[in-house]
C-alpha cells in the first residue's frame, strides 16, 4: 500500500527557520518527482517547490525561491523541505505529494497522484 505520512508541523516565530521531513513508506520513491504545496487559510493550494527523482532538478516558485530549499533521500525514501526567514504570510497547511513522473514538469496539483494528509505550519510576528 502507498502513503506518504506528513511530517509534524510547527509553531515559529517570525524569521526563524523549520525543517520538514516527509517520508513515503510503500513508495516507489525513485520513480517519482516529489514536491512540497501549501494553503492558507481561505486560499487556493500554492505548489511551491519539486525536486526530480534524482535530485538533480529543482523548481521553486518565486514565492519562497531563496528562502526555501527541497531536498530528498532516496534511501530513506524521505523529502524535506527546509524553511528559513519565515514569514507570517508562510502560515498555512503544508503537504508533501509525488507527481506522476520522475521529473518536475510542473507544480500543479492535478498533475500529483499520491498525497500526504497535511501538516500545519504557523508563524508568529
Known amino acids: 500500500q502507498v502513503h506518504v505520512v506528513e511530517p509534524g508541523g510547527g509553531l515559529v516565530q517570525a524569521g526563524g527557520s523549520l525543517r520538514s521531513p516527509c517520508p513515503a513508506p510503500?513508495?516507489?520513491?525513485?520513480?517519482?518527482?516529489l514536491a512540497w504545496f501549501r494553503q492558507p487559510p481561505g486560499k487556493e493550494r500554492e505548489g511551491m517547490s519539486c525536486?526530480?527523482?534524482?535530485?538533480?532538478?529543482?523548481v521553486y516558485s518565486d514565492s519562497v525561491k531563496d528562502r526555501f530549499t527541497i531536498s530528498r533521500d532516496n534511501t530513506k525514501n524521505t523529502v524535506y523541505l527546509q524553511m528559513n526567514s519565515l514569514k507570517p504570510e508562510d502560515t498555512a497547511m503544508y503537504y508533501c505529494?509525488?507527481?506522476?513522473?520522475?521529473?518536475?514538469?510542473?507544480?500543479?496539483?492535478?498533475?500529483?497522484?499520491?498525497w500526504g494528509q497535511g501538516t500545519q505550519v504557523t508563524v508568529s510576528s
Open positions: 525536486i526530480s527523482w534524482s535530485g538533480v532538478e529543482t
Open positions: 505529494a509525488a507527481h506522476r513522473y520522475s521529473v518536475c514538469l510542473d507544480i500543479q496539483a492535478p498533475d500529483y497522484v499520491h
Open positions: 510503500g513508495l516507489l520513491f525513485v520513480a517519482y518527482a
